[in-house]
């Protein structure tokens, strides 16, 4: 069983920046292709961005590509968030997935997540 923590999450003024973590144990993190969803109040949990299991590619949703950077330090059993030039509509509780992939491809649907890091954006 893999376990998936998240944190970084804080209150922010629109425009400004903010890094989330998530830090991975129980599994060889390098197997694992990584994800981040979000979910704002009342709304369904979208998808944010994801990376292979290299790091070698990345996926966006359209909402966030361009100012959204997923990125994974397999040394550290770790994948990032860095969201710059937030805005109110980025205010959601955040959530890392993940899931085991024999391919080095970037995938969509997970089977394992975290708890979810709260993201308050203020204007």
């Known amino acids: 069983q893999v376990q998936l923590v998240e944190s970084g999450g804080e209150l922010v003024q629109a425009g400004g920046s903010l890094r989330l973590s998530c830090g991975v144990s129980?599994?060889?993190?390098?197997?694992?292709?990584m994800g981040w969803f979000r979910q704002a109040p009342g709304k369904e949990r979208v998808f944010v961005a994801a990376i292979s299991r290299s790091g070698g590619s990345t996926y966006y949703a359209d909402s966030v590509k361009g100012r959204f950077t997923i990125s994974r330090d397999n040394a550290k059993n770790t994948v990032y968030l860095l969201m710059n030039s937030l805005k109110r509509e980025d205010t959601a509780v955040y959530y890392c997935?993940?899931?085991?992939?024999?391919?080095?491809?970037?995938?969509?649907?997970?089977?394992?997540w975290g708890q979810g890091t709260q993201v308050t954006v203020s204007s």
């Open positions: 129980g599994r060889t993190f390098s197997n694992y292709a």
């Open positions: 997935a993940g899931r085991w992939s024999l391919e080095d491809y970037v995938v969509i649907d997970y089977d394992s």
